[in-house]
């Protein structure tokens, strides 16, 4: 019988190297925020570019701004704050996916960010994805043989029916989100960035998420996790950082900073 007692989540060994530093950084980048009538052809593109004029309905976002933290092996660290405050746009620069426009980011090992080293197909099989999944995390073909029992049984999308073998495009964003997670968490990582991955799925799944995250900080991995449940942050993390408007607001103890988060949130 499975043991129903909630997970201690502790920190599980002494903090290591940095794996992470984020060096003032600051990440700008451009959207569509008009229309495109007139943009067509290739005579006023040229001319745009022989004036050095910006694109027409073009405009920067300035979506993180002088952010500075440094990671160390066994950290696990949520990232909190409003919709729209830079914490899903840090992660992809962390993971090498979005290029500063000031300021550094340096990495040990290769960052791996849940749902993109791990990216689904739609219109495969569950099945298949695993070991498309596997082998774009890095697994070897061996690997992932060896470990897909587990991938599927941690996922848990096979209880109510053979769902591993119909196409992904079947399945619920939460089973999707599910199957991301235990795919990447098949494999140690350096750093692993996981993006509202564990509010899905039931209390036995996000109680299993959590015991798995625990034993990759053990092996000297760094886990950063975005959610928008604080409990979740609390109870995974023992470290926040709270971005507000792309700004680093607060850095420490999971429970200060979700405290002081909450607290901010209530005044407005």
Same mark, same amino acid.
């Given at each position: 019988?499975?043991?129903?007692?909630?997970?201690?989540?502790?920190?599980?060994?002494?903090?290591?190297?940095?794996?992470?530093?984020?060096?003032?950084?600051?990440?700008?980048y451009k959207v569509n925020g008009g229309s495109s009538k007139g943009r067509g052809?290739?005579?006023?593109?040229?001319?745009?570019?022989?004036?050095?004029?910006?694109?027409?309905?073009?405009?920067?976002?300035?979506?993180?701004?002088?952010? *500075?933290?440094?990671?160390? +092996? @066994?950290?696990? $660290?949520? &990232?909190?704050?409003?919709?729209? %405050?830079?914490?899903?746009?840090?992660?992809?620069?962390?993971?090498?996916?979005?290029?500063?426009?000031?300021?550094?980011?340096?990495?040990?090992?290769?960052?791996?960010?849940?749902?993109?080293?791990?990216?689904?197909?739609?219109?495969?099989?569950?099945?298949?994805?695993?070991?498309?999944?596997?082998?774009?995390?890095?697994?070897?073909?061996?690997?992932?043989?060896?470990?897909?029992?587990?991938?599927?049984?941690? *996922?848990?999308?096979?209880? +109510? @029916?053979?769902? $591993?073998? &119909?196409?992904?495009?079947?399945? %619920?964003?939460?089973?999707?989100?599910?199957?991301?997670?235990?795919?990447?968490?098949?494999?140690?990582?350096?750093?692993?960035?996981?993006?509202?991955?564990?509010?899905?799925?039931?209390?036995?799944?996000?109680?299993?998420?959590?015991?798995?995250?625990?034993?990759?900080?053990?092996?000297?991995?760094?886990?950063?996790?975005?959610?928008?449940?604080?409990?979740?942050?609390?109870?995974?993390?023992?470290?926040?950082?709270?971005?507000?408007?792309?700004?680093?607001?607060?850095?420490?103890?999971?429970?200060?900073?979700?405290?002081?988060?909450?607290?901010?949130?209530?005044?407005?």
């Amino acid at each position: 019988m499975a043991d129903s007692t909630p997970a201690v989540i502790g920190a599980p060994a002494p903090l290591g190297a940095p794996t992470v530093i984020a060096d003032d950084v600051h990440i700008v980048y451009k959207v569509n925020g008009g229309s495109s009538k007139g943009r067509g052809s290739a005579t006023s593109a040229l001319s745009r570019i022989a004036s050095r004029r910006a694109t027409p309905g073009i405009r920067e976002v300035h979506a993180v701004k002088g952010v *500075s933290f440094v990671a160390r +092996k @066994g950290e696990a $660290i949520g &990232l909190i704050g409003s919709n729209g %405050s830079g914490k899903s746009t840090l992660l992809k620069a962390v993971a090498g996916l979005l290029p500063t426009a000031a300021g550094r980011i340096f990495t040990q090992g290769q960052p791996s960010l849940l749902g993109v080293n791990a990216a689904l197909m739609n219109d495969l099989t569950g099945e298949r994805n695993v070991t498309l999944g596997g082998l774009a995390m890095g697994m070897s073909r061996e690997e992932v043989r060896d470990r897909y029992d587990d991938i599927v049984e941690f *996922s848990g999308i096979n209880e +109510k @029916g053979d769902f $591993i073998t &119909l196409p992904m495009r079947t399945y %619920s964003s939460g089973m999707g989100a599910r199957l991301r997670f235990s795919i990447a968490a098949a494999k140690s990582h350096d750093v692993l960035l996981i993006d509202e991955a564990l509010s899905t799925g039931d209390a036995r799944f996000q109680r299993r998420s959590q015991e798995r995250i625990e034993e990759l900080r053990a092996e000297a991995g760094t886990v950063f996790l975005v959610s928008h449940s604080n409990g979740t942050i609390k109870q995974t993390c023992d470290r926040a950082i709270w971005l507000e408007s792309g700004v680093l607001r607060m850095d420490g103890p999971a429970d200060e900073v979700v405290a002081a988060y909450e607290e901010h949130t209530k005044k407005k």
